[in-house]
């Protein structure tokens, strides 16, 4: 005979003492944050500090760091900290310097000096450039140096003319006479006996007998040539004239220049560079002394600047670090190539694009040389060649700054190519985990570059020690916003909250900005409430929250409505077959927001499909078609071993119009499909999540709260009548940190939170009969939830060979006499 069921033992509920985990304030110390010192901010992030402090202290060129973590973890804070306090103990790097390369103008040269002498390096130089015109003025214009060059000039002009006039008086013993014309020197024929050479005019010429022409012409033939002879000797008698000009302008400069360098000479004696730098421009001046003023003041027009006069003579000061104390820590913001590597700015001549070494600007590469650089990742990856740029510098050791186009050998366009700079840094990259591990996967060189990953926590264990030193870093975020103390309760509730963001009763977040906003919320509700408040308390915290979720309460509250109205078919009271309330979460604007969401399950004789019509319909996840799959398989292992699994059904989120993932629902899915199967209804007062494996276990779901929470407002809505409740995970039970209305409601025993562990629980639950366990033959109490699945299967089984074989009718009439696997003994 089989076993009669016996009567239904029910999943206790949950006392209310355990759907919240309060924080105990009587071990706090304090009664309030004034009192407490500030935390390092490192609370919890022993493992990434750590990791920070190898990463920054190793030599390598290739051990930089990424730090990684959620955002809002506080990775930006606690890292700035360390490198500032790692930053004070280094030396301050040198001022670089570019000046202008005389020897190949395209091409500055870099100067490095000591911290602080590159501003006065450049000043040396402007005012070099504002004595160097009047110098240059005063010793050329001096007396000596003015009748030196008139000297030269009269004997210049002196010794042609003597050479001219010496062969005007050798010409006349030909009848000819040397005459100046506009056109140049000409030989005309002379009167005879004229005490000074008188040319002849045409007539008198025609007038001579033709012999005697014909003799002056021959003359004038030969003495031209002589002429030309003497001519050509000019150009070379004004060229030693030009020189010995040049030469008396060099020995009037040198002293002067002398002069004006001998004091910066001096001072830079122990920098060679600055010492080359000094012979270079002396030479340039002494060069372009003559020819190259009405240049220079060219230039000075057409760059528009002050103290240009002489712009090949200026310093460009890239990176000043006079003010400085340690090494460099920066932070670039906006990571763009031009950024971090520096660019070549141009001016617009006459239409034309032109720079020069004044018009190069220093990127956050330069800034940070000799210390610390910090990027955010998500920023750097959105600008185009920033990463490419930044790998090729941190390989090559030297920032050279180049337009993207010619980094990659684009463009055929004339610019400047500054000398490098050697890089000697530490990058510290800050990023999320995803962006981290894809970079690992796909890009060979970042592993080779950043082997130190720094992995921020997300939370940490809630023990009485670590509350205290939660409290501390409250304390430490409140002064850093200048906001009110917070008084203990207050701190209490913020532990509270801080469980319920980690979404587990026994961790507290690490999300300082998710913390810091809201008790930046609070300050200022408790100074709208009381203008002379001190102190923050428990009732401004609870108020901060309460106005956060009435801020973004539009969206559940339409949900909510629209069950409220019939629109969306909810039920919350009666019971039914192949149906039930799933619990669901979304994600809107970083909050969470829970509701019901009613699925249903159909079955008929198939053959073992089980139908996800929300993947049918390419409006279910991965994630949940796999969750369909499992507890298909657990259906077929537990029930079907030795027969095959000959029903089909369907599975469904009514109403349901977008993309459904996870597999949270699995377990609510699992039973609706049961109640389908044996016809047993499901009460609607009770919703459920859960996953389930293959096994039938049930295993732990996210946003417990949020969907407790958003069942227990459909059904308050509509009134608790003490019926009502949710099905959730055992192992989700740690996760629970409910509202107080909820906790309260419970405590009242108006609503009731069951742990299941198994299917077989929740089934016990939801329909009131109890799933049944197998005795030692192996046996079902009989009218169990199991044995009613085993004989549904089996008499369908039954009905798909009988319709195989083509005796469908037949099925019914047998079916009392089959002995399906399982239940052989039952029948």
Not at 133 to 160: C, M, Y
Not at 243 to 263: C, G, I, N, Q
Not at 414 to 423: I, K
């Amino acid at each position: 005979m089989a076993e009669e069921a016996p009567s239904p033992v029910f999943p206790a509920a949950l006392p209310a003492e355990r759907l919240r985990a309060r924080c105990d304030t009587g071990h706090f110390t304090f009664a309030s944050t004034a009192e407490l010192e500030d935390h390092p901010g490192d609370l919890g992030q022993e493992r990434a500090m750590e990791a920070l402090r190898f990463g920054l202290a190793i030599g390598h060129g290739d051990y930089h760091v990424f730090v990684l973590g959620e955002a809002g973890c506080g990775k930006h804070a606690t890292t700035f900290r360390m490198l500032r306090e790692r930053a004070a103990n280094k030396p301050v790097p040198p001022d670089l310097c570019y000046v202008h390369n005389f020897d190949e103008p395209l091409h500055p040269r870099l100067l490095t000096l000591p911290a602080g002498r590159g501003a006065l390096f450049r000043a040396d130089m402007q005012a070099f450039i504002r004595e160097l015109k009047p110098a240059i003025e005063a010793a050329l214009g001096s007396a000596p140096h003015s009748e030196r060059i008139e000297a030269l000039q009269d004997a210049h002009k002196a010794r042609e003319d003597a050479a001219l006039r010496e062969m005007g008086e050798q010409c006349a013993n030909d009848r000819l006479a040397l005459l100046q014309t506009t056109e140049g020197f000409v030989f005309m024929p002379a009167r005879e006996g004229a005490p000074r050479p008188e040319a002849l005019d045409a007539e008198a010429f025609a007038a001579l007998p033709e012999a005697e022409r014909e003799k002056i012409e021959a003359a004038i033939d030969a003495w031209s040539g002589r002429l030309a002879a003497l001519l050509d000797e000019f150009p070379g008698w004004r060229a030693a004239l030009r020189e010995a000009l040049v030469k008396a302008a060099r020995e009037a400069l040198t002293p002067a220049l002398a002069h004006l360098l001998r004091e910066p000479r001096a001072r830079y004696a122990d920098l060679p560079g600055v010492l080359a730098f000094f012979a270079a421009v002396e030479k340039d001046v002494l060069d372009t002394a003559v020819s190259g003023i009405a240049r220079d003041e060219e230039e000075e027009d057409n760059d528009g600047e002050e103290n240009t006069r002489f712009p090949r003579y200026q310093v460009k000061l890239l990176v000043d670090h006079a003010t400085a104390s340690g090494a460099p820590v920066i932070f670039e913001n906006n990571p763009g190539y031009g950024n971090l590597i520096g660019r070549i700015e141009h001016v617009m001549q006459q239409g034309v694009q032109v720079s020069h070494f004044n018009l190069i600007r220093s990127g956050a590469l330069h800034r940070a040389n000799g210390g610390y650089l910090v990027v955010d990742a998500a920023r750097l990856f959105t600008q185009p060649y920033a990463w490419e740029g930044l790998k090729r510098t941190l390989r090559s050791g030297e920032i050279r700054i180049e337009p993207p186009a010619e980094a990659q050998g684009w463009s055929g366009a004339l610019t400047l190519e500054p000398q490098p700079v050697p890089c000697a840094l530490k990058v510290v990259m800050i990023g999320e985990r995803e962006i981290y591990y894809t970079l690992m996967e796909s890009d060979p060189e970042f592993a080779e570059l950043f082997k130190i990953a720094a992995d921020f926590d997300d939370d940490l264990p809630r023990t009485p020690e670590n509350e205290h030193e939660y409290a501390r870093l409250l304390a430490m975020l409140a002064r850093a916003a200048g906001l009110l103390p917070l008084e203990r309760a207050a701190v209490g509730r913020m532990v509270e909250e801080g469980a319920r963001i980690a979404e587990d009763a026994g961790r507290l977040t690490l999300h300082t900005r998710k913390l810091s906003d809201l008790m930046r919320e609070a300050d200022q509700h408790a100074r709208q409430r009381d203008a002379t408040t001190c102190h923050i308390d428990r009732a401004a915290i609870e108020a901060a929250l309460a106005a956060r979720a009435r801020r973004v309460g539009r969206y559940p509250a339409q949900v909510r409505e629209s069950m409220l109205d019939g629109t969306t078919l909810i039920a919350t009271q009666g019971a039914r077959a192949g149906q039930i309330n799933g619990l669901v979460v979304v994600e809107l604007a970083g909050e969470l927001f829970g509701y019901p969401a009613r699925i249903s399950a159909t079955v008929r004789l198939g053959d073992g499909d089980v139908v996800d019509i929300e993947r049918e319909s390419d409006l279910g996840g991965a994630i949940h078609s796999k969750g369909v799959m499992i507890l298909s398989a657990f259906l077929a292992a537990r029930y079907a071993r030795h027969q095959p699994l000959s029903l089909s059904a369907s599975l469904v989120f009514e109403q349901s119009y977008a993309q459904v993932e996870g597999d949270s629902a699995s377990l609510a899915e699992l039973c609706a499909l049961l109640s389908a199967l044996t016809r047993l209804p499901i009460e609607q007062r009770l919703a459920v999540t859960g996953s389930v494996n293959q096994f039938g276990e049930v295993q732990v779901i996210g946003g417990v709260n949020e969907k407790i929470e958003g069942f227990f407002d459909l059904c308050a809505a509509r009134g608790l009548d003490g019926s009502h409740g949710a099905v959730i995970p055992a192992a989700s039970v740690r996760h629970l940190m409910l509202r107080e209305d909820v906790v309260d409601a419970a405590r009242a025993g108006l609503f009731h939170i069951y742990p299941v562990s198994t299917v077989d629980e929740a089934m016990t639950v939801l329909t009131g009969v109890p799933a049944g366990e197998a005795d030692a033959r192996g046996l079902m109490p009989k009218d169990s939830i199991n044995d009613k699945v085993a004989r549904a299967l089996a008499s369908m089984t039954f009905a798909h060979h009988a319709y195989a074989d083509g005796g469908g009718s037949g099925a019914r009439r047998r079916d009392n006499r089959y002995q399906g696997p399982g239940i052989r003994d039952q029948i």
